[in-house]
């Protein structure tokens, strides 16, 4: 539960530039992708991620050297493990939100592009002997399973059309 509180309070006290950024990426609004703020990924907490695209965009302020060592030592660790980082800095995302937001979608188009087919066809030769074909499950028979409703014996009634409320007497 630490860990959610502390996220709380990451997002209460979020930067200007992290509020601009957050409206314009909350709800889908970027790429129709889903974004989250402040989201734990291993023993980090990360400023925005998009997890379905493995994809990780962090915002930095002035910092000292020791600061940008841990940042460096942080990207690394979500690189091994598959994520892109994309990094901005604030004055960069005040001064000019439209070319961040641009970077992003770029990220976000080059990681499709990248991933592989969630279903891929099988490998050539692989349906004539006939592993793929019996991988296929069976299609789902229309009528009810037992113990399921049946429909009423006179079949499915139909109602006569309703009248607007604002015209009913």
């Keep these: 539960m630490r860990g959610v509180e502390f996220a709380r309070g990451l997002r209460k006290a979020q930067t200007d530039a992290e509020a601009a950024l957050w409206w314009r990426l909350r709800n889908r609004r970027l790429g129709g992708v889903k974004f989250r703020r402040q989201h734990a990924i291993g023993p980090f907490f990360v400023d925005f991620a998009c997890p379905e695209r493995m994809l990780v965009v962090e915002l930095d302020g002035g910092q000292r050297v020791e600061q940008a060592r841990y940042d460096d030592g942080r990207t690394a660790w979500l690189r091994s493990r598959g994520y892109s980082v994309l990094r901005f800095w604030n004055d960069d995302v005040l001064a000019d939100l439209d070319a961040v937001l641009e970077s992003i979608l770029m990220q976000l188009s080059v990681l499709v592009a990248a991933a592989p087919h969630p279903s891929p066809l099988p490998a050539s030769g692989e349906r004539e002997h006939g592993a793929a074909h019996d991988t296929v499950a069976p299609h789902p028979s229309p009528l ?20 607007p409320r604002a015209l009913r007497g």
Excluded: Q, T, Y
């Design 144 to 163: 009810p399973a037992s113990g399921e409703r049946e429909p009423p014996a006179g079949g499915l009634r139909e109602h006569a059309p309703r009248r």
